[in-house]
């Protein structure tokens, strides 16, 4: 029944953002890494988001739900080293398959809205983006130490290093070494967005 009642959603566009209104647009927005099957971490974490969308689309407002794919990085082409394959054809195989998951599971996704990071038409916005900060002066190198698996050759974050120091990816004992890196300059705007706060007020769907 589910199932039936999912497919019927996406046919009458249930799930899609109406284009026209006054109201604000409520953005739960998820993103998830293309690893190729859900897992119940998945499932908890868009369920959240899906009864938010649900509770506000039964109140008459306006919502927009969509499904990002994160799909750039090596871990995907290390994966796809491993099996042999190009890394575009395992990350797409991989939204395929996730895709497919959720739809049974009946989110109430605007599929119409879906986004993938690793297409041209992504990330030509991101690229334009840097460029628009690098020539305002607000994009800039330095040297800075980080974490490096010497393994997949690739930073890691302080969460992705376990207490004996090891690599959760490929449990390689990690290395600090300087890195030469891009920073942006948000602290130059710390104080004006302190002070902006003040008159930041939160309305009845969590818009200022």
Same mark, same amino acid.
């Given at each position: ?22 109201q604000p647009? =409520?953005?739960? =927005? ?8 859900? !897992? ?10 899906? #009864?938010?969308?649900?509770? !506000?689309?039964?109140?008459? &407002?306006? #919502?927009? !739900?969509?499904?990002?794919? &994160? ?5 995907a ?15 797409h195989?991989?939204?395929?398959q996730?895709?497919s998951? =959720? ?5 109430s ?9 690793? +297409?041209?038409?992504? %990330? ?14 607000l ?9 490096? &698996?010497? #393994? &997949?050759?690739? #930073? =890691? ?12 990816? *490929? ?12 920073? *942006?300059? +948000? ?11 003040? *008159? ?6 969590? %818009?200022?």
């Amino acid at each position: 029944m589910r199932l039936n009642g999912s497919k019927f959603g996406q046919k009458q566009g249930l799930d899609q953002t109406p284009a026209e209104g006054n109201q604000p647009v =409520l953005r739960p =927005l998820d993103v998830s890494l293309s690893l190729g099957n859900l !897992h119940m971490g998945h499932v908890r974490n868009y369920a959240i988001t899906d #009864v938010i969308a649900r509770v !506000h689309r039964m109140k008459g &407002d306006r #919502v927009l !739900h969509p499904m990002g794919w &994160d799909a750039f990085g090596l871990p995907a082409e290390n994966a796809a080293i491993d099996r042999g394959i190009h890394p575009s054809k395992w990350t797409h195989q991989n939204i395929e398959q996730m895709r497919s998951q =959720l739809q049974r599971l009946g989110l109430s996704y605007d599929w119409s809205r879906e986004v993938t990071t690793c +297409s041209p038409d992504y %990330y030509k916005w991101t690229q334009w983006l840097f460029l628009q900060f690098f020539a305002a002066g607000l994009a800039y190198q330095k040297e800075s130490a980080v974490n490096w &698996d010497p #393994v &997949d050759q690739t #930073v =890691l974050a302080n969460e992705q290093v376990d207490n004996e120091g090891r690599s959760w990816r *490929s449990g390689a004992k990690v290395e600090r070494k300087l890195l030469r890196q891009w920073f *942006s300059k +948000s602290r130059d705007y710390a104080e004006q967005l302190l002070h902006d706060l003040t *008159s930041f007020r939160v309305g009845r769907n969590g %818009y200022g």
